[in-house]
């Protein structure tokens, strides 16, 4: 089985490429997409629609030229990987999870024992929860075998 993997949320650590990797060395037939996962680039996404001298609405041009890219993506996906870290909020994440949910897109949730409470109503959609990237990578193995 081919499988489209979304994969959302935070962008200081190297999940992305521990999942990347390991879907590759076992051979797995899967297509990963992700947010822009640039910092600045991602707060710069609106800036070409013109400056603007009031930090909200530079965030708020970014953040809609980033969703135009998020929302097709996850349109697009067959599941989505929602990763909450340690050290900062992301807000975004838990908005990508909910736009999954809405849509009825599968999502697995990956995170420390440390926020299962607050994110309680996250991690109740998702159709699992990891808390390593090689959890993770052992779910699409099973998602994609051939039986």
């Known amino acids: 089985m081919s499988l489209n993997v979304f994969l ?4 200081h650590t190297d999940w992305r490429q521990q999942i990347m990797q390991g879907a590759r060395e076992l051979g797995l037939d899967i297509t990963f997409s992700s947010a822009v996962t ?18 909200f609405w530079r965030d708020h041009k970014s ?30 994440a838990a908005f990508d999870a909910g736009y999954c949910a809405a849509l009825g897109k599968p999502y697995i949730t990956l995170h420390g024992e440390d926020i299962i409470h607050p994110l309680k109503e996250v991690d109740g959609a998702a159709m699992a929860w990891a808390q390593t990237p090689d959890q993770v990578v052992e779910l699409l193995q099973y998602i994609t075998r051939n039986a």
């Open 38 to 55: 640039d910092h600045d680039s991602s707060d710069a996404a609106g800036d070409v629609l013109g400056a603007e001298s009031n930090p």
């Open 8 to 11: 959302s949320g935070e962008i």
């Open 63 to 92: 953040a809609k030229v980033n969703a135009i890219r998020c929302k097709t993506l996850i349109e697009q996906c067959d599941v989505a990987i929602i990763r909450f870290g340690d050290k900062y909020k992301q807000w975004n």
